[in-house]
């Protein structure tokens, strides 16, 4: 029987899960035994046009290394921010990797990423078919944004939640020893859904009621409406923390920040929000003039392996061990999704949907999951969020600090295959 053989690509923002993911795609090539050869792209497709590449199945071929690799947060394989034109604007590009393709006698195709991502394997399996290629193309999603459509969660939500959940709990603790008047406000990731910092609230328990206020980008903010929000805490409490997300909008749809002098915008145009908190910060001190701070948990977020969820580590392995019995299956076009068949016990299974209804779309919190004032969550977004940060990852140390797997293949460029 023929052999087959894969390719595997990361792209987009790391997260502590995505590695994960990768370990599941090799550990099923492996187990499948139907695999030659499983090549790991260096860069993402970028890296791909460079003829860049590693053969993962001689790196991995133990099962203690992949344990390793499912531990260590960012991306093994490195990433990339390049958005794929279409086969009309550059019809070179698509004879290029698909003639690397066909020279590697690549049967199967798997892209780890967020949207822009699946975007890429919607592109790459529609000229495929055009072309009669037999080549099975897979989309992995991950993101800690948390907005893929057409899935329940994505692979990193769940470890970034508990990442800012633990925060804000600790960010409390640390608010609570002065007497006197004071405002916290915690900036958290998301352009235009506040997963993450709806997270925030799962900080709350008996010895913590923080955070006191919650603003997501799925609702307008209200300047005025805000500072009431803050006097009517006030009244009963000396100390206010409030969870904010980066891309909250104006009644007007303007982000807070727009005007900033931080405001810049990523490869993809996406206005890269850094800023908010601090709009904010000035904001209650000339209405108050107390003491106000605001924290901006940017990258901190993504990559805090010593605080993964271990359901989500679990679940994002899982999800790459699919995305091999799908293609082997003959699926092609596809992501991989979570369907949650039941909250409590919590219960996901793995189902393969159309990627062309899923890339270049946006998942928001439903507007029922926030509550009528629009400053915090309701008990149905709590119920959801709070299976995703279950259980605790074991990690190795050496000299007090975690030990995570070597990347020096990603601190050269002499790793240009043959």
């Known amino acids: 029987m023929t052999k087959r053989n894969c390719f595997i690509g990361q792209s987009g923002g790391p997260t502590s899960a995505i590695n994960a993911s990768l370990a599941g795609v090799i550990s099923r090539c492996i187990e499948t035994n139907e695999f030659d050869h499983v090549y790991g792209m260096l860069n993402g497709i970028k890296g791909l046009l460079e003829h860049k590449y590693i053969d993962l199945k001689e790196k991995f071929n133990a099962k203690e290394s992949l344990e390793n690799l499912k531990n260590t947060p960012a991306m093994y394989l490195g990433s990339c921010r390049y958005k794929l034109p ?5 019809p070179q590009t698509y004879n290029a990797l698909f003639k690397t393709l066909d020279d590697l006698h690549i049967t199967d195709f798997y892209y780890i990423g967020g949207n822009d991502s699946m975007d890429t394997v919607a592109k790459l399996s529609a000229y495929a078919k055009t072309i009669d290629s037999p080549i099975r193309f897979i989309g992995i999603p991950k993101t800690i944004d ?7 969660h994505t692979p990193g939500f769940g470890s970034a939640a508990k990442y800012v959940a633990a925060s804000m709990l600790e960010i409390a603790y640390d608010s609570s020893i002065y007497k006197l ?3 916290t406000i915690i900036e958290i990731m998301g352009r235009n859904a506040g997963w993450l910092t709806a997270a925030s609230a799962l900080a709350r328990s008996a010895n913590c009621d923080a955070p006191d206020l919650i603003y997501l980008p799925e609702v307008a903010f209200e300047k005025d409406k805000f500072l009431n929000d803050i006097r009517e805490v006030f009244k009963t409490k000396r100390s206010v923390i409030i969870a904010v997300s980066e891309g909250i909008k104006d009644k007007n749809g303007e982000f807070l920040d727009s005007d900033s002098k931080y405001a810049k915008r990523d490869a993809f145009g996406h206005i890269l929000h850094s ?3 601090k709009v904010l910060e000035s904001m209650v001190y000339q209405e108050f003039k107390c003491k106000v701070r605001s924290i901006e948990l940017n990258v ?3 990559c805090a392996m010593h605080i993964a969820s271990k359901v989500d580590l679990d679940e994002s392995f899982m999800i790459g061990e699919s995305a091999v019995d799908a293609s082997i299956n003959g699926e092609t076009g596809v ?3 979570f369907n949650r068949v039941s909250n409590d016990p919590y219960q996901v299974i793995c189902e393969p ?6 890339a270049n779309l946006e998942q928001k919190i439903p507007v029922a999951w926030i509550n009528e004032k629009h400053n915090h969550i309701t008990k149905e977004l709590y119920d959801y969020l709070l299976p995703l940060i279950q259980g605790e990852v074991s990690i190795q140390y050496q000299n007090g600090i975690p030990q995570y797997i070597n990347i020096d293949h990603l601190k050269t460029d002499e790793n240009t295959a043959d």
Do not use: C, H, P, W
Request: no cysteine.
């Open 181 to 183: 008047n004071a405002v």
């Open 300 to 302: 901190l977020q993504r």
């Open 275 to 277: 800023g908010t908190g």
């Open 353 to 358: 949907k159309d990627v062309s209804y899923i």
């Open 146 to 152: 948390n907005d893929l459509m057409g899935t329940d």
């Open 86 to 90: 279409t086969f009309d604007e550059d």
């Open 335 to 337: 992501m991989m999704t």
